[in-house]
């Protein structure tokens, strides 16, 4: 994918997530597109570490691994910030 879609594809995902885990109030726009890039690397790993394909594209099943990653990290961010 190309940068601009990575930072489309992640504010979509980090903004769903931080409405999942009720975090979109602390986060803005910025912090959104970091936490569904960075989502998308975690919850690629965990894929692939599982041996399943990670994220491939701009499609449904790399959205929900992103979205799973995105989840984790705010729950891993949360239990730190504890």
Do not use: C, H, P
Not at 23 to 40: C, E, H, K, S
Not at 43 to 62: C, K, Q, R
């Amino acid at each position: 994918m190309g940068i601009l879609l990575w930072i489309i594809f992640g504010g979509l995902v980090g903004w769903i997530a931080s409405m999942i885990m009720k975090t979109d109030a602390q986060q803005g726009i910025f912090l959104n597109v970091v936490v569904g890039i960075v989502g998308a690397l975690l919850g690629g790993w965990i894929m692939s570490a599982i041996g399943e394909t990670g994220v491939t594209g701009f499609n449904l099943y790399s959205f929900i691994v992103a979205l799973l990653g995105a989840v984790l990290l705010i729950l891993i961010v949360k239990a730190v910030r504890r």
